[in-house]
């Protein structure tokens, strides 16, 4: 028997300590329903469950990208919804001009409205936003993260859906104005070139099999022009010249008298000015209003810079006008006129009845592309609820995975701490005891 050294207690305490130990890590997984609380529980499955995690997470944010890109793609097609609304009136609009039961009046009254519409189309296809990026004005080209990995993207471009775009922005509305000179002649003499036959007031352009027309106010010929620029009266005197061709829309016509020369001896001018809309071609700007600042750039309705308004010179070095370029330095417009401040890009041109049927056809090119890029979208919107549908699903079997490696089972664990804590009472019990044997030595030192 030995006294120094009680191998019983020892051996009780230390499974005391390893019930206590087991009865512990128990309560930890019972208190915060983990399986694994640090890398000592599990190192292997530590691993493998944050690996999990991190795709679990990645398919959610997955999840919530996709519903972005369909809230981007929902943004973008209800301004296209609109811009269809805008079409399909224009294209009314074209087929009631088309019919020649209306007057010129009536077709530029339904012109104007034309030209609204187009300026409003474009208004949309430059303004749409989604979180300040432009989505209509065929720059934007965007990429979406779809899954937990990378290169799991999907791209979606989006064409430019403006007025230009479509074919739906007309010419280039600028005013210009001429004038002639005309000596009043003296008493017996005949008025040779005709010109005071006209009279000041406004009069309408209109298109003829020759060239165009100029109407009065009761529908009278007293003027035509094979190009818009060089206009005759009715006996063929010149009447004026234009820096831009007037090939629609209406003519204002001033009188002005100009006296030189002594009062004894007076040389008496009839000035007959003209100022029109002429119409110039255009190669690239949408429909709206633009004016030209003191820098002379260009900018549109929304105070936009588009462009800068620069000199246009001929081979000699001769300056012959102004050309608009835009930022990239393509040229848009080109002016006869260096006194260029503003001018204003309509609609399709439905002031005569040819015209009016051509637009038909224009309006229904512009409504088909439109109709494609609707449905375009629509497939985009399509597939990625259904990658929503994916990724809920693959999330949710993947967090089942996690859980299994991570989550501690309640009952098994409650099990395991009511073993151990049996088997701590135990051990303390015997140890009890296992204290109690040195003194049987007592009885031998009697």
Do not use: C
Request: aromatic fraction near 4%; charged fraction near 20%; charge should be negative.
């Amino acid at each position: 028997m030995r006294i120094n050294h009680n191998v019983a207690a020892l051996n009780t305490y230390r499974q005391l300590t390893v019930a206590n130990n087991a009865a512990t890590k128990a309560m930890e997984k019972l208190s915060s329903g983990l399986g694994i609380n640090k890398a000592g529980d599990n190192a292997a499955g530590l691993a493998i469950s944050e690996k999990m995690r991190g795709q679990i997470r990645g398919l959610d944010q997955a999840s919530r990208n996709a519903q972005d890109g369909i809230s981007l793609i929902q943004t973008a097609e209800g301004a296209l919804n609109e811009t269809h609304a805008i079409l399909q009136r224009m294209r009314e609009l074209a087929v009631q001009s088309a019919n020649d039961t209306y007057t010129e009046v009536d077709r530029s009254e339904i012109q104007k409205e034309i030209d609204q519409l187009s300026q409003e189309l474009s208004r949309i296809g430059s303004t749409t936003e989604f979180n300040t990026q432009k989505l209509l004005n065929g720059n934007f080209k965007g990429t979406f993260h779809i899954g937990a990995n990378e290169n799991q993207n999907l791209t979606l471009t989006i064409n430019d859906m403006r007025g230009y775009a479509l074919g739906v922005a007309g010419k280039v509305a600028v005013e210009v104005t001429a004038s002639v000179e005309v000596p009043v002649p003296e008493d017996g003499e005949d008025d040779e070139d005709g010109s005071l036959n006209i009279i000041e007031g406004t009069y309408t352009v209109v298109a003829a099999s020759d060239g165009y027309e100029l109407l009065n106010a009761d529908g009278t010929v007293v003027g035509s022009s094979e190009d818009g620029e060089n206009w005759v009266d009715s006996s063929g005197g010149e009447l004026f010249k234009f820096a831009e061709a007037v090939t629609q829309g209406t003519v204002v016509i001033t009188v002005t008298t100009k006296v030189e020369g002594s009062p004894d001896d007076p040389t008496i001018t009839t000035v007959y000015s003209a100022t029109a809309t002429a119409l110039v071609d255009n190669a690239g700007l949408q429909a709206g209003e633009y004016t030209v600042n003191n820098d002379k750039e260009v900018l549109d309705a929304a105070g936009n810079v588009i462009g800068k308004l620069e000199k246009l010179e001929d081979t000699d070095g001769t300056v012959v006008g102004t050309v608009v370029k835009d930022l990239a330095g393509k040229e848009l417009v080109s002016f006869s006129s260096e006194d260029v401040t503003e001018f204003t890009v309509g609609g399709v041109n439905v002031s005569s009845q040819a015209a009016a049927n051509k637009a038909i056809t224009t309006i229904n090119n512009a409504l088909e592309k439109v109709s494609a890029e609707r449905s375009k979208l629509g497939a985009y919107q399509n597939r990625l609820e259904h990658t929503i549908n994916n990724l809920g699903a693959s999330a949710e079997n993947l967090t089942a995975a996690e859980s299994r490696i991570r989550d501690v089972d309640m009952a098994k664990e409650m099990m395991e701490f009511t073993r151990a804590n049996i088997l701590s009472q135990a051990a303390q019990a015997m140890l009890a005891q296992a204290n109690q044997l040195p003194q049987g030595v007592l009885q031998l030192l009697r």
